[in-house]
C-alpha cells in the first residue's frame, strides 16, 4: 500500500512540474535582431489564454543601407501581427507604424486581445518602405501577450 501511494505521488510529482513550468514561460518574449528585411518574421508563439492584449515593444533601432553606407536612424517600422494556424491562412490583424529610433526610448503598439491561438509579427515597411534594400537591426524587441 505505502508503495502504491509513493509511486502515485512521484508520478503525479513528474507530471506537474512540466505543466508549472510551461504555464511560467507564457506571457512575453524578449530577443534582438539584426540585418531584417521586409518580409521577416519574429519566432512563433503560443497563447494558450485570452486574458491580455497582444503588445509590441522596441527599442535602439537603426539601419544600414547600401546607398548610404552607414549606420542611419530608424524613423519608422510597420510591423504586423499574424496568426499563424497550420491548416489555413495566416489570418492578418493589421499593421502599425512604430516610430523607432537609436535611443533607450521604448516605442509601444497595441493589437488588443486575439485569442488563443500560435502568432508572429512580420516587418512590413521600415521607413514607409517595402521594398528598400534598408536592413532593420534592433537592439531589443519584446512581445506581451
Known amino acids: 500500500m505505502y ?3 509513493l509511486v502515485l505521488v512521484l508520478a503525479l510529482t513528474f507530471m506537474t512540474v512540466p505543466m ?3 504555464a511560467n514561460a507564457e506571457g512575453q518574449w524578449t530577443s534582438s535582431f539584426s540585418g531584417w528585411l521586409p518580409g521577416m518574421k519574429t519566432r512563433v508563439w503560443e497563447n494558450k489564454a485570452n486574458n491580455a492584449s497582444n503588445r509590441l515593444e522596441m527599442k535602439k533601432c537603426t539601419f544600414t543601407t547600401e546607398r548610404a553606407g552607414g549606420s542611419l536612424t ?7 501581427l499574424q496568426r499563424r494556424d497550420t491548416w489555413t491562412p495566416d489570418e492578418n490583424y493589421g499593421q502599425k507604424k512604430m516610430n523607432c529610433n537609436k535611443s533607450n526610448t521604448l516605442v509601444k503598439q497595441d493589437w488588443g486581445k486575439r485569442g488563443k ?8 515597411k ?13 537592439g531589443f524587441i519584446r512581445a506581451k501577450f
Not at 117 to 124: E, P, T
Open 3 to 5: 508503495v502504491r501511494c
Open 20 to 22: 508549472a513550468s510551461a
Open 74 to 80: 530608424a524613423n519608422s517600422v510597420h510591423m504586423e
Open 117 to 124: 491561438g500560435r502568432f508572429s509579427y512580420v516587418l512590413r
Open 126 to 138: 521600415v521607413n514607409g518602405t517595402v521594398n528598400a534594400p534598408d536592413h532593420l537591426h534592433c
